[in-house]
């Protein structure tokens, strides 16, 4: 395995897992399939497909993007006035942010979520966590995150701060949480780097 | 373009082709370390050049945008973790470093932290004496004072009410500021030059004596000839896509200090061919500051996103304290106030879909405190380096740090509940939550590992620390690089253990110091 998950250790270099270990790596032989090789080849551009929302991704694959947004609605509070992931752009700004950062990060995460995809069958749970029905994929994230395993651990807590991050700064959140936004509610002013990224996913800067 | 004229600051768009830029000393890094020395040695009259990997965001560009400016000042978007993805590893990448995105809390070094470093680590030329001149100066550069009334949020007076119900000794925390409107957003950037960061002063102050500042320039690799480094090749950044461009710069340069940072100056120079062999320290002796924090909901409005973060602290445990046996007994971190944004606190809530929303749902009344753990002088990490360069953090939570973090978290419980929080929730993925004093019991069964605690790491220290030679050290007193006559170091990475206190003014009287020894270098 040539890529790692979010920012974590070769599997070679984590020692004591015995059975689960095992079948995390079992598991993991299943992904090439369905993120078109780019896990087990250890490549990271993205497919040429658009992401779940029609538009161009820069860092994600299709399939990956739609993990992250099975992540995303199974993580955001569904009542109180709270938007959905897709209205507040978290698929969109997870691509974005993954876009700009050091490759390394980039072919982690992106990773982290092939497993994260293919991770449900080690809980017992028949398809692939994007297929899982709501209740199931939040039993699926809390297993990860109490799990012994520490790459299981770090995989679905890191995706799922990131997501929580880009979901609660986005401004549409902020009605329901009571948040009166940043002083003086000034308007946001893009940078460089978030102008290129629109340019190029053909959005409206 | 040519871009060499003194006393600006160029950027990417300046710089359109290859060229040498030649300067007396070329200063790798503009945050605490790389501002000061750069400035220090300006103003005595040197020809010095800056580079700086990220951005120049200038306050005009800033906006509060907790994800906009986040991507602007921060490295990698605060989305590096270290090797185990337990760690958020926080760091800045802008003209100015972390200062721009820093509390601005500026501790001088504790008397006890620089007699260790004398004694263990055989660190000369930095007591308390030696300091002080710096410190003096700065408190006035940078109008350093202690937090006063008005600065004290709700979730600060609760925290020194706290403290004083429990006997915990505890000050208003010194604070760089000049004229602070309360906006509370110190870590998006101060657009209200307030807060005084490098960005504001020293990098300014530098350019006003003639130094140039070269942003979007990545430095890549040092040009030596025996004990002598002649020349640094770097590359252009190209800010929008924030990759290197292939622009090459060459520069030329009596002296070459290194201030990347303590995640980036180790790997800087292990990058370097050959020297990882000859300086078999680079790397070790890794120390992050980890934080471990407590949400609490209230019934009153406590708003945590607004005023400065941390006026109050509280100090009774920055040291830990053992039995006459050795064993642990409490202590070793300090307690502060938390203070997020929206995002980064829905970011470190532990719970998912509509249990987070009855979370969120009620901000304005969830508090929080936040512990920086003074880690342990044995259970210090190691700086490798990643398949692209870039820094990979080894971290090993020994038992003595495990038994830190698991004392904070109960203390920080033991506050917020004196001072009338309903219900608390430890930020970890096990998202333990406590009802009431009686539930702090449950913390002994709390496991404290890697990914377990929802942690971030804003104070790198060591990778290049200060001793006697080559082989328990990086750099000697003079923070020359062994085995180099002109190559410095001056940043967060030569301190041989964290500082136990926030470490930026303790960077800026090092680079005092270092900055007079590369001007008896220069002659």
Same mark, same amino acid.
Request: aromatic fraction near 8%; glycine fraction near 10%.
């Given at each position: 395995?040539?890529?790692?998950?979010?920012?974590?250790?070769?599997?070679?270099? $984590?020692?004591?897992?015995?059975?689960?270990?095992?079948?995390?790596?079992?598991?993991?032989?299943?992904?090439?399939?369905?993120?078109?090789?780019?896990?087990?080849?250890?490549?990271?551009?993205?497919?040429?497909?658009?992401?779940?929302?029609?538009?161009?991704?820069?860092?994600?694959?299709?399939?990956?993007?739609?993990?992250?947004?099975?992540?995303?609605?199974?993580?955001?509070?569904?009542?109180?006035?709270?938007?959905?992931?897709?209205?507040?752009?978290?698929?969109?700004?997870?691509?974005?942010?993954?876009?700009?950062?050091?490759?390394?990060?980039?072919?982690?995460?992106?990773?982290?979520?092939?497993?994260?995809?293919?991770?449900?069958?080690?809980?017992?749970?028949?398809?692939?966590?994007?297929?899982?029905?709501?209740?199931?994929?939040?039993?699926?994230?809390?297993?990860?995150?109490?799990?012994?395993?520490?790459? $299981?651990?770090?995989?679905?807590?890191?995706?799922?701060?990131?997501?929580?991050?880009?979901?609660?700064?986005?401004?549409?959140?902020?009605?329901?949480?009571?948040?009166?936004?940043?002083?003086?509610?000034?308007?946001?002013?893009?940078?460089?780097?978030?102008?290129?990224?629109?340019?190029?996913?053909?959005?409206?800067? | 373009?040519?871009?060499?004229?003194?006393?600006?600051?160029?950027?990417?768009?300046?710089?359109?082709?290859?060229?040498?830029?030649?300067?007396?000393?070329?200063?790798?890094?503009?945050?605490?370390?790389?501002?000061?020395?750069?400035?220090? =040695?300006?103003?005595?009259?040197?020809?010095?050049?800056?580079?700086?990997?990220?951005?120049?965001?200038?306050?005009?560009?800033?906006?509060?945008?907790?994800?906009?400016?986040?991507?602007?000042?921060?490295?990698?978007?605060?989305?590096?973790?270290?090797?185990?993805?337990?760690?958020?590893?926080?760091?800045?990448?802008?003209?100015?470093?972390?200062?721009?995105?820093?509390?601005?809390?500026?501790?001088?070094?504790?008397?006890?932290?620089?007699?260790?470093?004398?004694?263990?680590?055989?660190?000369?030329?930095?007591?308390?004496?030696?300091?002080?001149?710096?410190?003096?100066?700065?408190?006035?550069?940078?109008?350093?004072?202690?937090?006063?009334?008005?600065?004290?949020?709700?979730?600060?007076?609760?925290?020194?009410?706290?403290?004083?119900?429990?006997?915990?000794?505890?000050?208003?925390?010194?604070?760089?500021?000049?004229?602070?409107?309360?906006?509370?957003?110190?870590?998006?950037?101060?657009?209200?030059?307030?807060?005084?960061?490098?960005?504001?002063?020293?990098?300014?102050?530098?350019?006003?004596?003639?130094?140039?500042?070269?942003?979007?320039?990545?430095?890549?690799?040092?040009?030596?000839?025996?004990?002598?480094?002649?020349?640094?090749?770097?590359?252009?950044?190209?800010?929008?896509?924030?990759?290197?461009?292939?622009?090459?710069?060459?520069?030329?340069?009596?002296?070459?200090?290194?201030?990347?940072?303590?995640?980036?100056?180790?790997?800087?120079?292990?990058?370097?061919?050959?020297?990882?062999?000859?300086?078999?320290?680079?790397?070790?002796?890794?120390?992050?500051?980890?934080?471990?924090?407590?949400?609490?909901?209230?019934?009153?409005?406590?708003?945590?996103?607004?005023?400065?973060?941390?006026?109050?602290?509280?100090?009774?445990?920055? =040291?830990?304290?053992?039995?006459?046996?050795?064993?642990?007994?409490?202590?070793?971190?300090?307690?502060?106030?938390?203070?997020?944004?929206?995002?980064?606190?829905?970011?470190?809530?532990?719970?998912?879909?509509?249990?987070?929303?009855?979370?969120?749902?009620?901000?304005?009344?969830?508090?929080?405190?936040?512990?920086?753990?003074?880690?342990?002088?044995?259970?210090?990490?190691?700086?490798?380096?990643?398949?692209?360069?870039?820094?990979?953090?080894?971290?090993?939570?020994?038992?003595?740090?495990?038994?830190?973090?698991?004392?904070?978290?109960?203390?920080?419980?033991?506050?917020?509940?004196?001072?009338?929080?309903?219900?608390?929730?430890?930020?970890?993925?096990?998202?333990?939550?406590?009802?009431?004093?009686?539930?702090?019991?449950?913390?002994?069964?709390?496991?404290?590992?890697?990914?377990?605690?929802?942690?971030?790491?804003?104070? *790198?220290?060591?990778?290049?620390?200060?001793?006697?030679?080559?082989?328990?050290?990086?750099?000697?007193?003079?923070?020359?690089?062994?085995?180099?006559?002109?190559?410095?170091?001056?940043?967060?990475?030569?301190? *041989?253990?964290?500082?136990?206190?926030?470490?930026?003014?303790?960077?800026?009287?090092?680079?005092?110091?270092?900055?007079?020894?590369?001007?008896?270098?220069?002659?």
């Amino acid at each position: 395995m040539k890529q790692q998950a979010a920012g974590l250790p070769a599997f070679s270099e $984590l020692d004591g897992w015995g059975l689960a270990r095992r079948r995390v790596v079992r598991a993991l032989a299943l992904v090439p399939t369905a993120v078109g090789g780019s896990f087990a080849l250890g490549a990271c551009s993205a497919d040429d497909a658009p992401g779940p929302d029609g538009r161009p991704l820069l860092a994600l694959s299709a399939a990956q993007a739609r993990t992250l947004e099975a992540v995303a609605d199974a993580v955001v509070p569904t009542t109180g006035g709270f938007p959905s992931a897709r209205a507040a752009d978290v698929m969109r700004r997870f691509d974005e942010e993954l876009s700009l950062v050091s490759p390394s990060i980039r072919d982690d995460l992106k990773a982290a979520l092939g497993v994260l995809e293919y991770l449900p069958s080690l809980y017992g749970h028949f398809g692939r966590f994007s297929h899982l029905d709501r209740s199931a994929q939040q039993a699926v994230l809390q297993q990860m995150c109490g799990s012994r395993v520490e790459l $299981l651990r770090a995989i679905g807590s890191n995706v799922r701060i990131l997501v929580q991050f880009f979901y609660f700064a986005h401004p549409k959140t902020w009605a329901a949480t009571g948040y009166d936004g940043p002083f003086g509610r000034l308007p946001e002013r893009m940078d460089d780097q978030r102008r290129w990224y629109a340019e190029h996913t053909g959005a409206s800067a | 373009m040519s871009a060499q004229k003194p006393g600006r600051i160029y950027q990417w768009k300046d710089l359109t082709q290859a060229q040498t830029i030649r300067a007396e000393v070329c200063v790798i890094g503009s945050g605490c370390g790389g501002a000061t020395m750069a400035r220090q =040695l300006a103003m005595a009259g040197h020809d010095v050049i800056v580079l700086e990997r990220g951005g120049y965001y200038p306050e005009s560009t800033f906006d509060q945008s907790e994800l906009g400016m986040n991507g602007k000042l921060s490295a990698d978007r605060s989305m590096r973790a270290s090797a185990d993805g337990g760690t958020l590893l926080l760091s800045g990448n802008n003209v100015g470093g972390a200062s721009v995105h820093y509390w601005a809390d500026s501790y001088r070094t504790p008397e006890d932290r620089l007699q260790l470093w004398a004694d263990r680590y055989a660190v000369s030329g930095h007591d308390a004496a030696a300091l002080a001149p710096a410190w003096d100066e700065i408190t006035t550069t940078l109008n350093v004072h202690p937090a006063t009334e008005e600065y004290h949020n709700r979730m600060n007076q609760l925290l020194r009410s706290g403290a004083e119900q429990l006997g915990w000794e505890g000050k208003p925390v010194p604070q760089a500021r000049k004229g602070c409107v309360k906006s509370g957003h110190c870590m998006q950037g101060c657009m209200y030059r307030a807060k005084q960061s490098q960005l504001v002063t020293h990098i300014p102050q530098a350019v006003a004596h003639g130094a140039r500042v070269y942003a979007d320039v990545e430095a890549r690799e040092l040009v030596w000839e025996g004990g002598k480094v002649k020349a640094l090749q770097a590359r252009v950044v190209h800010r929008p896509s924030n990759r290197a461009s292939d622009i090459a710069l060459t520069i030329e340069a009596k002296a070459f200090a290194l201030a990347a940072g303590g995640y980036y100056s180790a790997p800087f120079l292990m990058r370097q061919e050959g020297l990882q062999s000859r300086l078999p320290m680079l790397g070790k002796q890794f120390g992050m500051n980890p934080t471990a924090m407590v949400h609490g909901l209230y019934d009153e409005d406590i708003v945590l996103w607004r005023n400065i973060p941390a006026a109050f602290g509280v100090e009774h445990f920055r =040291l830990a304290k053992f039995d006459d046996a050795g064993a642990y007994v409490e202590g070793g971190y300090l307690l502060m106030a938390n203070q997020i944004q929206p995002g980064l606190l829905g970011s470190m809530m532990p719970v998912m879909g509509d249990e987070l929303g009855q979370w969120m749902a009620q901000l304005p009344r969830i508090g929080g405190t936040i512990a920086w753990i003074d880690d342990p002088a044995d259970e210090l990490g190691e700086l490798t380096l990643a398949k692209d360069g870039t820094p990979k953090v080894h971290y090993p939570y020994g038992p003595l740090t495990q038994a830190i973090l698991r004392d904070t978290i109960k203390k920080q419980a033991q506050l917020q509940f004196a001072v009338g929080a309903r219900k608390l929730l430890v930020a970890g993925a096990d998202a333990l939550q406590l009802n009431s004093t009686a539930d702090i019991g449950k913390i002994d069964q709390l496991p404290i590992r890697a990914g377990g605690l929802f942690m971030a790491a804003p104070h *790198p220290s060591g990778g290049c620390v200060m001793g006697r030679d080559a082989r328990d050290s990086v750099t000697d007193s003079s923070h020359r690089v062994h085995g180099f006559d002109n190559l410095f170091v001056a940043d967060s990475s030569v301190f *041989p253990t964290p500082v136990s206190v926030d470490p930026s003014f303790t960077i800026m009287a090092f680079s005092y110091v270092a900055a007079e020894h590369v001007r008896q270098q220069l002659g």
